[in-house]
Each structure stands twice: as C-alpha cells, then as structure tokens.
C-alpha cells in the first residue's frame, strides 16, 4: 500500500507529514517493570570449564559500558540494537547514566534503575552481564552485585588499555552472543516459549522518560522464546563454557567486633560484602609506615611494618598485587594471596594461602598514623581503618552439590579444545603482560 501523505504549505517550503509512521520510541523504564531473573545452571563437563545452561532464553540484559570513550558508547548502541532485533525477547538494561547519555538513539526503550535509591534493584532482574571495556569495567560490574551471592554470567568485550580479563573482541560480538543465548537450547523447535513475554513500546510516542513499571504496554504477539530464533540452535551438549572466578568476603570492624563497612545496599551485619579482585589497606597520604597486626587462621602471624598490605584472589594476582612482588596464580587455583607493600622488613615475602584461610589485619597501637585508607577492587571506601579496627577477610563458598554451583563470578570464555582454561590465560600472559619478554625487542 502507498504511503499516504499530507503536505503543509509554508512560505519558502513543504512540510510533509506520514500517517502511517510513528515517533521513535526514546523511553526509560522503571526495571521493576521486568520479569524476575532466571538462575542458569553450570554443569561440569570433560575439561576444567563449566557449561552455561539456561532454563529458558535469557531476557533481561545489562550492558555496562567503559565511561569517558565515546568508540564505547557507539559499540553499546550497535550491540544494543543487534540484540534487540535479532532476540525478539530481550530487554536492554542500562546504568542511570548511560541510560541517560544513549536512550535518545534508541528506537526502542530501555530500563534502568537509580542505584542510590534502589542498590539492590539488578540482583533479581539480571539474567546476564555484558560488560564492553577493559578490567575496570569489568570489576564495576562485579561491584553491582557486591551483596548479592548469585551473580548473572558475564559476557565481556575487550575495548580498554589491557583487557587481561576480556575474553572477547568486539568484532566477535554477533557470535559470542549468540553462543551465550543459545547455551542449553535444544535441536530445531522442540524448546518451549517464555511463558512470560515482555512488554513492547507502544505504536507511538514522543521522546520522554519514564520512571515507572509498564503496565500498560502491550504483550508481543507471537512466539518469544528459542523457537522464535531459528538457524541457531548449537545443539543441548554445547553450553558456553564458563569459568568461575572466585571472590572474597570482606568486612570491616570496630575494636568492639560491630562491623561498619560502607557500603550501598549492605543490610546485614557480620558478613562482609564480595570482592573479585583484591582488598588493599594503604598508608595513604599519611608520611609513616603502617604497623598492621596479621593473623592467619585465627593464629597470630607477625606485625608488619609497611606501606599497605593487598590481600588478593587469583584473578588479582596479576594486577597491584603483581606489581608489588606477588605470585602469578591461575585462577583454577583456589586461593588467596597476601601480598606485603614496600615491607620494611626483607623477609617479610608475599604468601599464597588455602582459599579456606581467614586473615585478619588489625592496625596496630603502636601505627603513629591517624589510619589507613581502605579499597575494595580499586574503590576507595571513603571510610578509614583506625587503630584498633580490623579488616577480616575470609573465602566464599561457590559449590553445593553435584551441578549446583552458587558464588563466585561466572565468566564466559571462548571455547577451546577439550574445554580447557589454560589457552586465554597463557595467551593472556604473553601478549599482554609480556611474561619474560626479552630485553630489546
């Protein structure tokens, strides 16, 4: 049918408008409008990955961006707008300020949620993370679900200075993604619908931005879920394998045992919060060396005198902890590394500990400084250490029975022969660490 049009003479020129065209539809959406999460599975396979297995197609996606590169803010929205088009059932969700910063160029809405208001608000929404940077934006997105012990698998692109932790490029994104989606889908059309579908902007409207669920919109007509995908089954024995990375638990406390670790959407007492990376304590701008007390196990190790201390997971073992004189540990190993900062003492040397081991540090009577800061992967904690006051760190559980995995951080890696996680990290260490690189070349 022809489009039909009406023209409006104005002196000097046409207007023409289209009454079969509708506004873009440039809308933020309240996240409490979408469905809850789907909690995937992770079954062990042949080789030292897990399998990703989905109960039904993922829907609520949250992409997280690296700030401050407008390349990135581009790759966003060509992603975003692939997997809009290509994957009738997802929702894209976005931080505030991206949402922000990208919505307008959307033809379609978003969601998003103030995290000053509603900290919590991705833990029960996100089906899985894709992160679109380098390490940073990676450990930010770790850092959005710091209180919660079942975070959503994350899909990440390396577009940053080093990327040790991207396992993809961004040239692949078509196709890592799909491998993602597809992960536990069965062979043809015998894989059921989402019995939920999601809503769809309405035939019209005008750019604005909303703040509320969507109750109003629309359910989508027709199928929704795998079967509405056709051509891309991978068959139900080609999960995405996933390695899980460990992370820590750690809390700050008073000298009297009442724990007061800053931080948004912390609501019990006693349990710390998740750290994927490391725990530092640093003598900051403070002119003396630290004294901190050190126990290990609950037993007294030694007082060290120092500029800080890193207490690290295996995944941190190649960044501050690195650079300080710390051991390089695969992340299959489980473990935690105490890594000791410009020690006064010599023989005070980096220590790779059991997973299992509490550590506490306490600041020390005789520290002559007022106290020391405290970050957590990179973030200032805006709250310091003072005497007295201990830092506990102690290993998260991540496995309870046979496939039934919970904790952790699970990373989608490419896949490999024999499913092996050995293939990224060594590459890893040759290309962009430069493990033993020779002088002059």
């Not at 049009?5 to 509708?22: D, E, K, M, N």
């Not at 997802?90 to 969601?111: G, K, N, Q």
């Not at 879920?225 to 024995?237: A, D, E, I, P, Y």
């Not at 050190?294 to 995944?315: H, Q």
Request: proline fraction near 7%; aromatic fraction near 6%.
């Amino acid at each position: 049918m022809a489009m039909q049009c009406a023209r409006a003479r104005l002196p000097g020129r046409f207007l023409r408008r289209c009454f079969s065209s509708s506004a873009p539809c440039h809308e933020i959406r309240d996240i409490a409008g979408l469905s809850q999460r789907l909690i995937p599975k992770y079954q062990e396979s042949q080789g030292e990955l897990l399998s990703l297995q989905w109960p039904a197609p993922p829907r609520n996606i949250l992409l997280v961006r690296k700030d401050c590169a407008p390349a990135v803010t581009e790759s966003l929205i060509e992603f975003s707008n692939h997997i809009t088009s290509t994957y009738p059932s997802i929702s894209v969700v976005l931080e505030s300020r991206t949402a922000a910063d990208v919505h307008s160029s959307l033809p379609y809405p978003v969601y998003s949620a103030s995290l000053d208001d509603k900290p919590t608000a991705f833990h029960d929404k996100i089906d899985l993370t894709v992160t679109l940077g380098g390490d940073g934006t990676i450990l930010h997105a770790s850092s959005l679900f710091a209180t919660c012990s079942n975070v959503p698998p994350v899909l990440s692109f390396s577009m940053g200075t080093l990327g040790f932790l991207s396992e993809w490029k961004f040239s692949e994104f078509k196709r890592a993604f799909r491998e993602v989606y597809m992960s536990g889908a069965g062979a043809g059309d015998r894989t059921p619908v989402l019995e939920e579908p999601q809503p769809q902007p309405p035939s019209t409207s005008t750019s604005t931005v909303m703040s509320v669920a969507d109750d109003e919109a629309e359910p989508p007509s027709g199928p929704t879920g795998w079967s509405s995908v056709r051509g891309k089954s991978m068959g139900c024995t080609r999960g995405a394998p996933i390695l899980m990375r460990n992370r820590l638990k750690v809390g700050l406390f008073t000298g009297d045992g009442e724990e007061t670790t800053p931080i948004r959407g912390k609501s019990d007492q006693g349990q710390g919060v998740y750290v994927m990376n490391e725990l530092l304590i640093h003598r900051g701008k403070e002119p003396h060396l630290a004294v901190v007390d050190i126990f290990v196990g609950g037993r007294f190790l030694t007082e060290a005198v120092v500029d800080g201390i890193i207490i690290s997971t295996p995944t941190g073992s190649t960044a501050y902890s690195l650079s300080s004189g710390g051991s390089i540990v695969h992340p299959l190993v489980p473990s935690i590394l105490l890594t000791p900062i410009c020690a006064r003492s010599l023989s005070f040397r980096p220590l790779v500990l059991p997973l299992s081991t509490p550590i506490t540090l306490r600041l020390s009577e005789k520290n002559r400084g007022r106290e020391l800061e405290v970050s957590l992967d990179g973030v200032n904690l805006g709250q310091g250490m003072a005497v007295g006051m201990e830092v506990r760190v102690w290993n998260e559980e991540m496995r309870h029975g046979k496939n039934e995995w919970q904790g952790g951080v699970p990373s989608v890696m490419r896949r490999s022969m024999g499913g092996e996680a050995h293939e990224g990290w060594v590459g890893g260490l040759n290309g962009l660490l430069k493990f033993n690189h020779p002088f002059g070349e």
